[in-house]
């Protein structure tokens, strides 16, 4: 079975600040992961991905995740939030071609 | 802009119905994917069509159905509906046949009153 678990349902930095979005993974197989953002009323944005290339990836607007398999881990960072960013974000695994969904993430940046 | 085009971007309608979502791919892209987003359910995947064909199944119910049509446009029929459908749908499109990088479209919510 294959699972995403997104730790933290809600993160609130200020802006200026890092972004620290958690994610874990449980698959039998050597997954594929990405990282997706949802801003208000609007349709999932691929951020990143991760393919077995390099373990830190980086993607669109400042934001990168490192691979850690030892950790089952693909967390999101960004060193320094912008109001833009506050959105939700979700982890995606995408293993023998079943593709999973963690929970989200939602993001709120305190000017 | 994704490139991924939904219609309508809101449906309200009552149990019992029959309802269509529509969905046309970016330019290029051959598969078509379906997803559902409620609050108690999350994000679900639902169907996914590569060049017409069906290729990947996963939550969805009997009283959906889906399909793909030559010009790669894909629609998916909502029947006997009930409160609980009501969700945001999503289509995703990619180039690829297995799941890869998906570019979403803006959704069509779903409203069952």
């Known amino acids: 079975a294959q699972s995403v678990t997104q730790l933290d349902s809600h993160v609130s930095v200020s802006e200026g600040t890092p972004v620290l979005l958690r994610c874990n993974y449980s698959?039998?197989?050597?997954?594929?992961l990405f990282w997706y953002v949802q801003h208000p009323n609007k349709g999932l944005q691929l951020l990143l991905k991760y393919t077995s290339a390099a373990t830190l990836v980086k993607g669109i607007n400042g934001f990168e995740a490192e691979f850690k398999k030892s950790e089952t881990s693909f967390h999101l960072t960004k060193p320094s939030a912008h109001m833009s960013d506050a959105a939700e974000y979700f982890c995606v695994a995408l293993g023998n071609e079943k593709l999973t969904f963690g929970t989200g993430t939602r993001l709120t940046i305190i000017p | 802009d994704s490139g991924v085009t939904q219609t309508p971007k809101h449906l309200i309608t009552a149990t019992g119905q029959r309802v269509t979502l529509r969905c046309s791919p970016r330019?290029?892209?051959?598969?078509v994917y379906w997803y559902q987003q409620s609050l108690d359910q999350g994000l679900q995947f639902l169907i996914q069509?590569?060049?017409?064909?069906?290729?990947a199944k996963g939550n969805i119910l009997e009283r959906f159905s889906a399909q793909q049509f030559p010009d790669l446009h894909s629609e998916l029929n909502l029947s006997s509906l009930e409160l609980g459908d009501s969700a945001l749908y999503f289509c995703?499109?990619?180039?690829?046949?297995?799941?890869?990088?998906?570019?979403f479209g803006p959704g069509t919510r779903l409203t069952v009153t």
């Open positions: 995703a499109s990619s180039v690829a046949e297995g799941f890869y990088e998906q570019y």
């Open positions: 698959s039998s197989y050597s997954p594929s």
């Open positions: 330019s290029g892209d051959l598969s």
């Open positions: 069509y590569y060049n017409g064909e069906e290729r």
